[in-house]
């Protein structure tokens, strides 16, 4: 009888361990902590006999450990378990590897009957005599499914994405309506608001995919920068699944995940110069392949978002007000003179003295009796941005000689400016990327999208993963 040493079956590692004890010492830790590793077993006479240990790394198998006790020996055991391994993988992985040595005919043999093929040899691997690496091809990519976790402010989201760009389903619950009422986010409230939440999105998110854990690949989470209370629910809560369902844990930056939202919309394109404008960051990143980040310059001061909040709050707009803000632009006239902040040859953004200066120019209006004309301010403020917005991103995007632009985070849902660009990016050639507009702002498709990608730059976490709310794009 052939099958999966399961990880709670206390008493078959035990048995396993002891009937190898030649080869096997204390697999418990390798095998319990490591969620690629598998064993399959071989159980005959009520006894393990025989077993496989392989590394199921999502395309493809590598094999550890292959051996049978030596009274069961040619009797057909090791086809057997080889046999089964490749039938149950033949069309979710694109190769089984193996490493043998040179002089070891029989077990050669053996592997050239089941179809893999000497790839490789390394000189001298096995003290001295050469090691053989050997390849079975198997029949298909086996697709890569990433839990996305999403709670660094005011959104608790869950999303399920397969292979990086395509979203199977995702939910967002936003706490807006809650925070309404205090002109903005109440940190606090946010963390007690994502407890509640978190378990109810989870499930909804799995059942609109029609999935269950067992689907899913690995767990990846936004641990930072953002609120610390609302980061923390999140990053326990993929704790407890990744411990709960033995799967990896897949640390995301907040703003990587507003950058992957458009891998969802088009495969992204390198080098390539990202602007990055939410509600609370305003930088410039450089792109030169997935998972590279140079910032180029950030804001000094305020994020544009919070430029949006700031001063939708003087025009009585409830929060956020970067929406409303955006329609009323459409139908105003740029009649008030603003300043244009930080318009120098850097790559730095500061939006505090614009902000203050709306501020203080409704003030003096209100002082001298005139009524303000808040459509026509809306759009002088937002002009205003979207000239230094444009200028310093187009700057970046000559000096790194780079045709491929993108926009990130929630401000990037700002039509006007959309539109602005897409005028400059056509009349220069340049191939440009916006998020879908419900992935501009906060949600865990982002997170699940960019979380593939880290994957494959190697960044897995273990149990010990903080949560940060300042935390540097690297
Ligand atoms: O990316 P996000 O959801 O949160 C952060 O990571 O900060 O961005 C939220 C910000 C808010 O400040 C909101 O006012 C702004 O994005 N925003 C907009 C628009 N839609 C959302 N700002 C300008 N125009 C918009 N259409
Ligand atoms: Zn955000």
Redesign the pocket.
């Known amino acids: 009888m052939i099958n999966e040493l399961d990880r709670n079956d206390v008493n078959r590692i035990q048995e396993l361990e002891n009937n190898f004890n030649y080869v096997l010492k204390d697999i418990k830790n390798d095998f319990l902590n490591n969620p690629f590793s598998h064993y399959l077993l071989f159980s005959k006479d009520k006894k393990i006999v025989g077993y496989i240990n392989y590394y199921l790394l999502y395309d493809r198998i590598e094999i550890a450990n292959f051996d049978v006790l030596k009274d069961y020996q040619n009797q057909g055991i090791g086809t057997k378990l080889l046999d089964y391994l490749i039938d149950a993988y033949s069309n979710r992985v694109n190769n089984i590897t193996l490493e043998v040595r040179c002089d070891n005919a029989k077990a050669i043999g053996l592997y050239k009957k089941m179809k893999f093929e000497i790839v490789a040899t390394r000189k001298g691997y096995y003290n001295g005599v050469d090691g053989i690496l050997m390849e079975r091809r198997m029949m298909g990519m086996k697709d890569i499914y990433v839990l996305g976790i999403e709670s660094?402010?005011d959104e608790t989201s869950f999303s399920i994405v397969k292979n990086g760009c395509e979203e199977i389903a995702t939910v967002i619950s936003s706490q807006i309506d809650i925070h309404k009422d205090f002109g903005g986010v109440v940190p606090e409230i946010a963390s007690r608001a994502h407890v509640k939440n978190v378990t109810f999105v989870l499930e909804e998110c799995l059942r609109k995919a029609k999935m269950t854990m067992d689907d899913i690949d690995m767990v990846a989470v936004a641990n930072g920068p953002g609120l610390i209370g609302s980061l923390l629910v999140g990053l326990e809560s993929a704790k407890t699944i990744c411990w709960l369902y033995h799967k990896p844990l897949i640390p995301v930056h907040?703003i990587a995940g507003?950058i992957y939202a458009n891998n969802l919309v088009k495969r992204l394109s390198f080098p390539l110069i990202c602007l990055v404008i939410?509600?609370?960051?305003t930088e410039l990143v450089y792109m030169e392949k997935d998972y590279s980040f140079e910032k180029l310059g950030s804001t000094l001061d305020d994020a544009v978002?919070?430029c949006?909040?700031k001063v939708g709050k003087v025009l009585g707009v409830d929060y956020?007000?970067?929406?409303t803000?955006?329609k009323m632009a459409h139908s105003g006239s740029h009649t008030y003179s603003l300043p244009i902040p930080l318009n120098d040859d850097s790559y730095n953004f500061s939006f505090s003295g614009l902000k203050s200066a709306v501020i203080n120019l409704v003030h003096n209006e209100k002082m001298r009796g005139n009524a303000i004309n808040k459509e026509d301010l809306a759009t002088s403020f937002q002009d205003v941005v979207i000239d230094v917005l444009t200028k310093k991103t187009l700057k970046a995007i000559n000096d790194k000689n780079v045709h491929n632009l993108i926009l990130a985070?929630?401000?990037s849902?700002?039509?006007g400016i959309r539109e602005r660009f897409e005028y400059l990016c056509q009349s220069r050639n340049i191939n440009y990327t916006f998020p879908e507009i419900k992935y501009?702002?906060?949600n865990a498709a982002m997170v699940a999208a960019a979380g593939y990608y880290a994957y494959l730059d190697g960044r897995k976490a273990d149990f010990s993963l903080n949560a940060y709310s300042n935390m540097e794009l690297k």
């Not at 939410?278 to 960051?281: A, D, F, I, K, Q």
């Open positions: 660094s402010c907040h507003h939410s509600g609370g960051h978002g919070e949006f909040d956020p007000a970067g929406p803000i955006d985070g929630g401000v849902a700002n039509k501009c702002t906060d």
